[in-house]
């Protein structure tokens, strides 16, 4: 039976304003939540403390592969559902209910800050993030306004209600890094070749430099948010990066991500660095400030760990393709995994890129207590 639902069970359901979704629980539980919280196998691992086995969340593991995710969000687009509170504590809370993962995800995207601060943009499915008008010139980077808690409140509301719901299991916060954030702007929706964004990259880097200055004011305004109400992690998902050679990330996006992780290190919680095709970037985004280094499915992880600096813990870094093969097949590679995780200082497992939708929920629920029990064993 699942840790989860055994939790959950210890508190008393109460009316209040989410009362289909919403437990509560008393002042006492909560102090005692906190520390279990802490010492949480997920948060041990990011601070690259010993753990009784690998944590494992995933990766877009709310979303289209839930058939309960479908249900809720049934006539009510993307965006609406990332700014009502109870929409995103019950999607929150899914997959944490299936698979018994040891982090939370908070159900959002990287979008909603920028639709915040007045962004005419839209989330349409199968396409992605689309922009009215695109950025193209100063007058676009000036329009981008610095966000306050007070744009975003029902991203506290229910930050504060997932804490009470999840208990001893850690919710991550996330927001989307300088690079990503400027392509969608700049291309005006999801992008091959980031053709546009690179161009202004390379041809106007003091255009460019107060855009991603404006979008790291943006993502430490959203993640601070997230974390002021509870949060305890954040990710970082900077998706596109590995689209840029390494000597330009290292002068158009390390000084403005460093400044990301730098202005969220004082609230003291674990900071998670995600991007995609980033084999070539693991130096350099390890050198960003972040506790954790995502690792996407490209690079094993033991040769991760030889290109990341010393003192990070990894993440990853299961193709999420794998999962349409046989079981096998998966148990075979997920333990391969594992084994390679042993070798980073610390390791939690993950997919090397976000759940896709026709994901079987079954399998991941299989993945996830094989990574549980698999991670105990010595010989592995
Ligand atoms: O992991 C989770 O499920 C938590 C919530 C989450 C979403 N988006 C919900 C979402 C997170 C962490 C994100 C981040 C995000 N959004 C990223 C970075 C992570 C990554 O995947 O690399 C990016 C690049 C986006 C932008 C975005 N939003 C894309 C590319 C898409 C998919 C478009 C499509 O339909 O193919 C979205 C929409 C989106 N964000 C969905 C979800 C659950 C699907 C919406 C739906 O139900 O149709």
Known sequence: MRDFARRVRKFVPVPGPFPCFLTVFSWDDRTVTDSTVTESPFLLAC?????PHTPVWFMRQAGRSLPEYLRVR???PMLESCARP???????????RRYAVDAAIFFSDIMVPLKAIGVDLDIKPGVGPVIADPIRDASGVAALRPLVPDDVPYVTEAVEGLVGELGSTPLIGFAGGPFT???YLI??????NHERTKALMYGEPELWADLMARLADLTIAFLKVQVAAGASAVQLFDSWVGAVAAHDYRESVLPHTRRIFAEIGPLG????????GTGELLGPMGEA?????????RVPLDEAVSRVPHGKALQGNLDPAIL???????????????ARGRTAEGHIFNLGHGVLPSTDPDVLARLADLVHEASTDDTL
């Open 324 to 338: 349409f093969a046989p079981w096998e097949t998966v148990e075979h590679r997920a333990r391969d995994v594992l």
């Open 86 to 96: 109870d929409m995103i504590v019950e999607i929150t809370l899914q997959p944490v």
């Open 187 to 192: 291309e005006g929706g999801p992008s091959k």
């Open 47 to 51: 601070r690259r403390r010993p753990v």
């Open 269 to 276: 919680v674990p900071r998670i660095h995600f991007g995609v």
């Open 74 to 76: 049934e006539g009510v």
């Open 289 to 297: 400030g972040a506790d954790v280094v995502g690792v996407d499915w």
């Open 181 to 183: 954030l400027a392509s």
